[in-house]
């Protein structure tokens, strides 16, 4: 059971690290967008 768990927390592990890294993106990318967005709306009035 152990062992079995060991390995299975290792893929977890792996997996977190790139939902992290891609949600991080993700996130990014929406506030890029908001900005840029936020920006067009001042400029435009």
Known sequence: MPSDFK?????LCTTWSFYCHFFVLVIAKMCFFLKEDCLKENSGR
């Open 7 to 11: 390995s299975y927390h290792a893929i």
